[in-house]
């Protein structure tokens, strides 16, 4: 990968993450602010609070799949390229097949989930709730099981390698990451099944903005790559400028030794470097 890929990928996951809140925010806004937080299908008649779903299914479903998409597809390319740039050193190495296997586990389930979304996206909860459900709960539980697995991997890393540090910071926060999602994950489907829609709908959207966060975490995971192509552009650079001097410095003798194989009378010396000339010898040039 080329020189700058290093300083690009760390951008990735704060694009995805970015896009991801804006979506919330526009259908929050959407519902709240423009439409006065209207009651809309299919909201049971006590719920005052709608679900996310619940506003993707009307006149925002286009923004709702457009922006749910690059959110999560360019958030998978975020795990390809960790292995990627593991594969190749640019990232602290894999140690063992069973952390490549972890890594390569961690992706699909991130793709699971990924699927999971833009299905539900487009099978929206008004007409097609019992596939909207399903798929959002493939959704849900792909980027659980990829965070458990991308955690585990970073676990072993980090004692394989124990100088980058930056592996034990972003293992705690994924492993925050699951705990509070699937504690959160946990309360959702209680509160949906005791019919509570509305705090269910509160906790709802407090999963999705913590995702947020998961998503912008892997931002620091790519700081060691950004220092090692530094490190690998400065020791190029040194050791560029010591094969120039070098280069002149040899450039330097040879006018040297130029200059000094004419005496100042304008005849050639008997001696040229370490070898005496013979008298009745010349000295050829090629």
């Not at 005052?48 to 993707?56: E, L, V």
């Given at each position: 990968?080329?020189?700058?890929?290093?300083?690009?990928?760390?951008?990735?996951?704060i694009?995805?993450?970015?896009?991801?809140?804006?979506?919330?925010?526009?259908?929050?806004?959407?519902?709240?602010?423009?439409k006065?937080?209207?009651?809309?299908?299919?909201m049971?008649?006590?719920?005052?609070?709608?679900?996310?779903?619940?506003?993707?299914?009307?006149?925002?479903?286009?923004?709702f799949?457009a922006?749910?998409?690059?959110?999560?597809?360019?958030?998978?390319?975020?795990f390809?390229?960790?292995?990627?740039?593991?594969?190749?050193?640019?990232?602290?190495?894999?140690?063992?097949?069973?952390?490549?296997?972890?890594?390569?586990?961690?992706?699909?389930?991130?793709?699971?989930?990924?699927?999971?979304?833009?299905?539900l996206?487009?099978?929206?909860?008004?007409?097609?709730?019992?596939?909207?459900d399903?798929?959002?709960?493939?959704?849900?539980?792909?980027?659980?099981?990829?965070?458990?697995?991308?955690?585990?991997?970073?676990h072993?890393?980090?004692?394989h390698?124990?100088?980058f540090?930056?592996?034990?910071?972003s293992f705690?926060?994924?492993?925050?990451?699951?705990i509070?999602?699937?504690?959160?994950?946990?309360?959702?489907?209680?509160?949906?099944?005791?019919?509570?829609?509305?705090p269910?709908?509160?906790?709802?959207?407090?999963?999705?903005?913590?995702?947020?966060f998961y998503?912008?975490?892997?931002a620091?995971?790519?700081?060691?790559?950004?220092?090692?192509?530094h490190?690998?552009?400065?020791?190029a650079?040194?050791?560029?400028?010591?094969?120039?001097h070098?280069?002149?410095?040899?450039?330097?003798w040879?006018g040297t030794?130029?200059n000094?194989?004419?005496?100042g009378s304008?005849?050639?010396?008997?001696?040229?470097?370490?070898?005496?000339?013979?008298?009745g010898?010349?000295?050829?040039?090629?």
């Amino acid at each position: 990968m080329a020189q700058w890929a290093a300083h690009f990928w760390w951008m990735v996951p704060i694009f995805s993450g970015c896009v991801w809140l804006a979506m919330l925010l526009a259908m929050l806004l959407w519902w709240s602010v423009e439409k006065h937080s209207p009651h809309l299908a299919p909201m049971v008649e006590d719920q005052k609070i709608a679900y996310i779903s619940d506003i993707g299914a009307h006149e925002l479903q286009p923004l709702f799949i457009a922006m749910g998409a690059v959110s999560v597809v360019t958030f998978d390319m975020v795990f390809i390229a960790e292995r990627w740039l593991r594969h190749r050193g640019t990232l602290a190495v894999n140690t063992s097949w069973f952390q490549k296997w972890l890594s390569i586990a961690a992706t699909v389930c991130a793709i699971a989930g990924a699927a999971g979304l833009i299905l539900l996206t487009c099978l929206n909860d008004l007409h097609h709730h019992t596939a909207h459900d399903t798929c959002l709960v493939i959704f849900i539980a792909g980027y659980i099981l990829s965070a458990i697995f991308i955690c585990w991997e970073y676990h072993r890393l980090g004692v394989h390698h124990q100088r980058f540090r930056i592996l034990r910071v972003s293992f705690y926060i994924k492993l925050m990451f699951i705990i509070v999602e699937v504690a959160l994950c946990i309360a959702f489907g209680a509160l949906g099944d005791r019919k509570r829609y509305n705090p269910a709908a509160v906790v709802e959207w407090t999963i999705s903005l913590v995702f947020t966060f998961y998503v912008w975490s892997f931002a620091i995971d790519f700081i060691p790559a950004v220092r090692i192509e530094h490190y690998r552009n400065k020791e190029a650079d040194t050791e560029m400028g010591s094969a120039m001097h070098e280069e002149a410095g040899e450039q330097t003798w040879a006018g040297t030794e130029a200059n000094a194989y004419l005496d100042g009378s304008g005849r050639a010396p008997d001696r040229v470097g370490n070898t005496r000339i013979q008298p009745g010898e010349q000295t050829r040039t090629n």
